[in-house]
């Protein structure tokens, strides 16, 4: 009997010997290599997996992100709009970091349409490349507007339909600082 316990702890420790490995690059065997190593795809490279080819994909309709709350108001209507402008109100001051990052998150989504001074003549427009003049941002139109009424624009474009949407895209809270941004703009 105690010949067979010396031989399965003997049988044990060599197993366990032959299990470990110092080559960290390689963990063992891999029963389900496709689950394993899936390849990974850019994001506007095709993909052979969908039927349309492209890999961007639209999220499932119906579902929030975790930590984002659903937004309130309906799509593109004037009547919307103007009840974004009513209830809602920037929950941050514009102190020089939020108009720093403000600025930032402008010159990435917001310059090519609308300018580097937001008077409508960026990029898109002056190259011919958009036929319609986006709004200017510094005009008295837009200042006379409630920042609710341009978070709202931001998040679900505007009514006319020449903007699109960008709630998809910036975090709300990047999205007010776009708003204080666009102010600081119409200061100048």
Known sequence: ??????????LFVVALTAACTRDKNQPG???FPDMAYSPAYKTYSENPVFEDGKTMRLPAEGTI???FKPY???GKSMQEQVKAG???ENPLSATPEVLDEGKRQY?????SCHGEIGDGNGHLFTSRMF???PRSLIDDYLKAKPDGEIFHVITVGSFSGLMGPHGGQITPENRWKI??????LAKK
């Not at 009997?1 to 003997?10: A, D, E, F, I």
């Not at 010159?107 to 310059?111: A, Q, R």
């Not at 708003?179 to 600081?184: I, L």
Request: with cysteine; glycine share 2%.
């Open 179 to 184: 708003v204080h941004y666009v102010r600081s």
């Open 131 to 133: 036929p319609a003049k």
């Open 86 to 88: 009513q209830q809602l």
């Open 65 to 67: 992100p975790r930590g």
């Open 29 to 31: 065997r891999t029963y």
């Open 72 to 74: 309130p108001f309906e």
């Open 107 to 111: 010159e990435i989504f917001c310059i």
């Open 1 to 10: 009997m105690r010949k067979s316990v010396n031989l399965y702890l003997l």
